[in-house]
């Protein structure tokens, strides 16, 4: 089974704190990918890696930025954090398309909370 | 464009069927997916169709997949109140090696006992 881990699950930061969330899989899959989640939003892409140390922009990366140094592990930061980013963040991996069923693979979730 | 739209809100009695439903806009979609996801967790696969197929059955799991009017729905048979939470549809364009997925906003089923 494939297994994506987030290292924490709830976050509490302050205004103008740089954040860290990290994400790790075991399955060596090539694509890793950060979400976050609102109500009545659904999941917006915010960016999404293809390969180590390749990375590319999704709907929302303003405030965010990856990294991706290692095959196994995706890491999202969020700069100067602002109470606009309070939210559920979702990391998924997933093989590359090769034209069959490929789901992407969630973890947990953490939910971080700017004060 | 790529928009995938659900309803916000389905509420059941437990025992009866649930049909939630999802449009999405681009024709070239591949595999369409189900997700759900339970409180407090990430999202689980729940099932998928491939865009040449109408129909699948997986249990009391149906896909639905009208490709004309890119309407899709999930058929939850005698639900139950362990299928209380968020249900999100996901499509994959056609073309290109990233597995990007576009999901919906997701539906919030509530089963009443």
């Known amino acids: 089974d494939v297994k994506v881990t987030q290292s924490s699950r709830y976050l509490v930061k302050r205004t103008g704190e740089k954040v860290f969330l990290e994400c790790v899989q075991d399955?060596?899959?090539?694509?890793m990918f950060w979400y976050r989640q609102d109500p009545g939003l659904g999941l917006r892409l915010i960016y999404f890696?293809?390969?180590?140390?390749?990375?590319e922009k999704g709907d929302i990366p303003e405030g965010y930025s990856v990294s991706r140094e290692k095959k196994e592990r995706f890491s999202l930061i969020l700069e100067s954090a602002s109470t606009n980013q309070t939210s559920m963040y979702l990391c998924?991996?997933?093989?590359?398309?090769?034209?069959?069923?490929?789901?992407?693979?969630f973890g947990d979730g953490t939910r971080l909370s700017i004060l | 464009g790529e928009d995938v739209e659900q309803s916000l809100f389905l509420s059941v009695r437990e025992g009866d069927s649930s049909v939630i439903n999802c449009t999405y806009t681009?024709?070239?979609?591949?595999?369409l997916y189900w997700y759900k996801q339970e409180p407090g967790a990430g999202l689980q696969l729940l099932t998928y169709?491939?865009?040449?197929?109408d129909m699948k059955q997986d249990q009391r799991l149906t896909v639905l997949l009208n490709k004309k009017d890119k309407h899709l729905s999930l058929r939850i048979a005698d639900t139950q109140t362990g299928d209380s939470a968020i249900y999100f549809c996901?499509?994959?364009?056609?073309?290109?090696?990233?597995?990007?997925?576009?999901f919906g906003t997701g539906t919030l089923l509530a089963v009443q006992p």
């Open positions: 399955m060596d899959h090539e694509n």
């Open positions: 681009d024709s070239s979609s591949t595999y």
């Open positions: 169709i491939f865009s040449n197929m």
């Open positions: 998924a991996s997933s093989t590359p398309w090769t034209g069959e069923r490929q789901p992407q693979h």
């Open positions: 890696s293809y390969d180590v140390k390749m990375k």
């Open positions: 996901a499509e994959r364009l056609y073309g290109g090696a990233t597995n990007k997925l576009i």
